[in-house]
């Protein structure tokens, strides 16, 4: 069975670090492109961070300097360090994988929440 799986989330100050992971069963994380998106309530869902086959990262420019995405393909695991952490990072976190070569293929985490707050 294929499956994502988000940990890490909880309850953090503004200025705070926590990293978010999500580790996949069932599928290869070395074959597929992984990204990070959030969903705040009254929000579209947002893409935050992806890493690409060929470790090329990208940001959303709110996070860029503050955040950090990089993958760990032998444990099938990709995080997502954050710093400096504001408010506006309040979101439910979700890891998504996309196979490079076949896009349809594609599978998603059920969340893990980030509350920054004081």
């Known amino acids: 069975q294929e499956r994502l799986v988000e940990s890490g989330g909880g309850l953090v100050q503004p200025g705070g670090s926590l990293r978010l992971s999500c580790r996949a069963s069932?599928?290869?994380?070395?074959?597929?492109?992984l990204f990070w998106y959030r969903r705040s309530p009254g929000k579209q869902r947002e893409l935050v961070a992806s890493?690409?086959?060929?470790?090329?990262?990208k940001y959303t420019d709110s996070v860029k300097g503050r955040f950090h995405i990089y993958r760990d393909n032998p444990e099938n695991t990709v995080y997502l360090q954050m710093n400096g952490v504001k408010p506006e990072d309040t979101a439910d976190y979700f890891c998504?994988?996309?196979?490079?070569?076949?896009?349809?293929?594609?599978?998603w985490g059920q969340g893990t929440q980030v509350t920054v707050a004081l």
């Open positions: 998504h994988a996309q196979m490079r070569i076949s896009p349809d293929v594609a599978y």
């Open positions: 890493i690409t086959v060929d470790h090329v990262t």
């Open positions: 069932g599928i290869s994380f070395e074959i597929y492109n």
